[in-house]
């Protein structure tokens, strides 16, 4: 009898060897639909200033260029083109505008020659004394700061009232009938003296922001040195807040140069027109006169004027650094 067939165990299967394609059957994958957007969105997030700077920025600019241009009379229905007319009678000596011009300008330079130095110099005080550790710093720090954030209607009417030579309580506490606001040179005490109280804090916290980014190694390093306070404000303090010190006088100098509301308020240019000054002549030669183009000729003027003492200030400070 024959011996039975033993079955074959089946071999196992084997695994299916997987298919590589080829490098050009691969398929890149799909950038995002945000990246290819993304280009535009950084201009998205800048168009609502970009609209509001060209609406309230550059188109005030050429508007009032081309005002300038112009004999602009808002009463009249005819604007004649005049070209450079209106700058020149700036400067001719028989034109209508020329003798209360140069008055504006000469009573904006006193008031800047007399408050600029005084604005760079008290707030840089204020800012070393409270940079100082000593208790109620920050209390020393929110008063001097408190009046610059009144509006300068609020400034105006509060100090016409204090500085009044019959009712004013300055004078009362004086026992004196000094005439602040109606003679010079008390005009320009009051003006100067009123400016430098409710715009030094200001300054002060510039100054205060510079101090503390000047690393204290410095001084450490000066006072092993052997330097007294003397030689570390000289050699340390001061070249540390140079960059300040250019924002500041740069800043204020544009803003002595610009001054209405305290003269309009306080002064209202008195005695006679000594204390108007240029852009109290342009809003009372545009406005008060209705004659637009001469008071938009002498806003570019200013705005010249004001750009070559810039660069001439940027010039100064660059000098020094080297």
Known sequence: MAAPLLAQPAEPAKPARPTVT??????????????????????????????IFGVFGLLPVFLGIWLSLHQWDFQLPNKPF????????LFTSDSLVFEDWWESVRATAIFTVASVPLLV????????????????????????????????AVIGLLWRF?????????????????????????????????????TCGFNAVIYLAGL?????????????????????????????????LLFVVTTTILASANMFGQSYL???????????????????RGLGQNDAGRAAAMSVTLTLMLILV?????????????
């Open 162 to 198: 204090l500085l009044d030579a019959n009712l004013g309580f300055v004078n009362h506490l004086l026992g004196t009938d000094t005439p602040w606001v109606t003679a010079t040179p008390w005009a320009w005490v009051s003006l100067v003296g009123v400016t430098v109280w409710w």
């Open 22 to 51: 080829g490098a050009a059957d691969v398929k890149p994958p799909s950038r995002p639909a945000t990246s290819r957007h993304g280009r535009a969105t950084p201009y998205l997030f800048l168009l609502p200033y970009l609209v």
């Open 121 to 152: 110099v008290v707030p840089l005080g204020m800012a070393l004394l409270l940079n100082r550790s000593f208790p109620g710093r920050t209390f020393f720090r929110a008063v001097y700061f408190a009046p610059y954030v009144l509006g300068v």
């Open 212 to 244: 503390q980014d000047i690393p204290r190694e410095l001084y450490e390093a000066a006072t092993m040195d052997g330097a007294n306070a003397w030689d570390r404000f000289r050699n340390v303090t001061l070249p540390g807040l140079r960059p300040v």
């Open 266 to 284: 306080i002064t209202q240019g008195a005695p006679g027109d000594e204390t108007r000054t240029v852009v109290s002549y342009i809003v009372e």
């Open 82 to 89: 005049v070209g450079i007319d209106n700058y020149t009678e």
């Open 310 to 322: 810039s660069l001439a200030n940027f010039r100064i400070f660059r000098y020094r650094e080297d």
